[in-house]
């Protein structure tokens, strides 16, 4: 008997203190929020983790100029992958902006970067629409 291996859990890369992870995803056509896994796609989950390692892996967090006190910077940007794993050009946007053009430009390359992912696995019938959050390091 060969024991089940177990959901991984969603990919976060860490690079000091600074992270990025996926926020939200879901199929392109269904309606939901920014943030979790749509419960079509639960069991694709070492899919959806390809997806996360492939952008953080991309991920080239700018030097932080805040000043003391100040919280960290985070960008969310969303975009559309196909079916074939080619992310929507159209799609990609800043969702939510940390503020400063150097920080959401850093994650908008990453996601540019990142681009194409494998195709996606039987089973996978619609477009997905990812939810992709940058979070800078805080000064302390």
């Not at 991984?8 to 890369?13: D, G, I, L, R």
């Not at 390359?109 to 996606?120: D, E, K, L, T, V």
Request: proline content about 9%.
């Amino acid at each position: 008997i060969i024991p089940r291996a177990r959901s991984p859990e969603p990919a976060v890369v860490k690079q000091g203190e600074a992270t990025a992870s996926i926020r939200g995803i879901a199929p392109a056509g269904k309606a939901n929020g920014e943030e979790g896994i749509h419960p079509l796609l639960a069991r694709f989950s070492y899919y959806t983790n390809k997806l996360g390692d492939k952008i953080s892996a991309q991920w080239i967090p700018p030097v932080s100029h805040l000043t003391e006190g100040q919280d960290a910077p985070v960008v969310v940007v969303q975009f559309v992958v196909r079916r074939d794993g080619l992310i929507d050009m159209k799609s990609v946007f800043v969702e939510k902006s940390s503020g400063s053009t150097h920080f959401d430009a850093s994650g908008l390359r990453a996601i540019y970067n990142a681009n194409p992912f494998p195709p996606f696995p039987r089973g996978i019938t619609e477009d997905l629409r990812i939810h992709f959050e940058f979070k800078g390091k805080p000064d302390s």
